[in-house]
Structures are given as structure tokens and as C-alpha cells.
């Protein structure tokens, strides 16, 4: 069973300009989500996917960040403009709707780097 | 609200000893207890679980029972390697369907 995807594995930006990341799930999996994890922190969730429907992004600010997953399965996060405090790993992970332990499968993540 | 409070690190062991990282949770209800593994430049892995008072989950030697009379589910293994240097993430479960998540424990194993 092949993985959950993600692209690109880093990425240098200066601040105020934009950047995408784009995340396939594990087949099947209906649930999605982004995290933002800052170095030596845990994970912070962004937002939640189930199906195409968001579940959760109350910790999305949405003033510079968005996220979209049409047709439920690929997802894209944008940011738009960059702030410096925003470099972190931003981590997909996805999880069925089965799973009654909520059990959560990561990609490898995208590296950000705002300088 | 739902809270995991983990050791802070980083943890420096010789290769062989042994290991424990300590972890306390807050929650209401019944949750599910997660350790996380996360190796140098790679995402986060499932290590193992456990859902229900007094589980013990284990994995690849290691080890963590649910004690509910104590909130804890500490991770422990006998002997570690070098091998298992990474950062150890503790987590519960909350709904809807998402994980509450510790800061992480950096654990540094030297030959």
C-alpha cells in the first residue's frame, strides 16, 4: 500500500511571496489533514478533511493560509504572503474513516524555509 | 481540555540501557493513547497504541501500558540501539477524530 505523498520536500521563499503544498492521501483514506510543526514542537493542526468537507481549521489563519481538496482526494495548503514565522515542516497525514483508533499516517513533509 | 505532558528532553543514553519517557495525559471520557516515532528528515510513524485502561501496546521492543489510576502511559524499552534515536511524540485521542499531542522527546543514543 503505497503512502501518503507530498511535494515538494523543501522550499525557500522570501518573505511576502507565496507557496503551495500538495499532499495525496493513502487510497481510501477520507480524512486528511495539515499540520505545522515549528522545530522542537509537536504538531499543530491546521485543518481537517473529511471527504471534500472541512472538519476543523480553527487554528488556520486564514488571513495568509488556505486549503482546498477537491474531489476528496489530492489536497493543496497555500500560503499567501509569507511571514518568516512561518518556516516549519508542514505535515499531511491521513486516516480512514474506519479506523476506530484514530490511527494517523504521515507523509515525509515539505520543509519551509522564509527567509 | 484534553492535554499530554511529556518529558522534556533531549534524553542522552548509551547504547544498551534502559529507557523509559514519561508521559501524563488530562482528558475526559475514555481516550486512546498513541506513541509517535519521528526519525531525523522523516514524518511521524505510528510506534504503538493502546485503548483502554491497562493495554499494554507494543512495538520493536518497545513498550507503554494505559494506566488510568495514574493518567500515564510511559514508554520504556529494555535495551535501546543507536538505531532508535529520534523524537518520541505522545498522543491521545480527541474528537472529532483528531490527536492531542505532546511537545516531543528528543532521545540521543550513543555508541
Known amino acids: 500500500e503505497a503512502g501518503v505523498a507530498q511535494s515538494p520536500r523543501y522550499k525557500i521563499i522570501e518573505k511576502r511571496q507565496s507557496v503551495a503544498f500538495w499532499c495525496n492521501p493513502i487510497?481510501?483514506?477520507?480524512?486528511l489533514y495539515w499540520y505545522q510543526q515549528i522545530l522542537g514542537q509537536g504538531p499543530k493542526l491546521l485543518i481537517q478533511?473529511?471527504?471534500?468537507?472541512?472538519?476543523?481549521d480553527s487554528q488556520l489563519p486564514k488571513d495568509r493560509f488556505s486549503a482546498e481538496r477537491l474531489k476528496g482526494v489530492d489536497s493543496t495548503l497555500k500560503i499567501q504572503p509569507a511571514k518568516l514565522e512561518d518556516s516549519a515542516v508542514y505535515l499531511c497525514a491521513s486516516s480512514s474513516i474506519t479506523a476506530l483508533f484514530y490511527e494517523q499516517y504521515f507523509g515525509p513533509g515539505t520543509r519551509l524555509t522564509v527567509t | 481540555g484534553n492535554s499530554v505532558t511529556q518529558m522534556e528532553g533531549p534524553v542522552t543514553l548509551s547504547e544498551e540501557a534502559f529507557l523509559t519517557i514519561n508521559c501524563t495525559y488530562t482528558?475526559?471520557?475514555?481516550?486512546?493513547l498513541f506513541w509517535y516515532v519521528q526519525y531525523p528528515g522523516e514524518g511521524l510513524q505510528l510506534l504503538l497504541k493502546?485503548?483502554?485502561a491497562d493495554d499494554k501496546g507494543s512495538n520493536k521492543g518497545f513498550e507503554a501500558t494505559y494506566r488510568k489510576e495514574t493518567t500515564s502511559f510511559h514508554l520504556e524499552k529494555g535495551s535501546v540501539q543507536v538505531s532508535d534515536s529520534a523524537v518520541y511524540f505522545c498522543?491521545?485521542?480527541?474528537?472529532?477524530?483528531?490527536?492531542?499531542w505532546g511537545a516531543g522527546t528528543k532521545l540521543i543514543i550513543k555508541p
Open positions: 487510497s481510501g483514506h477520507a480524512t
Open positions: 493502546a485503548t483502554k
Open positions: 482528558a475526559t471520557g475514555y481516550p486512546s
Open positions: 498522543a491521545l485521542s480527541g474528537p472529532p477524530y483528531q490527536l492531542i
Open positions: 478533511f473529511q471527504n471534500n468537507g472541512v472538519v476543523d
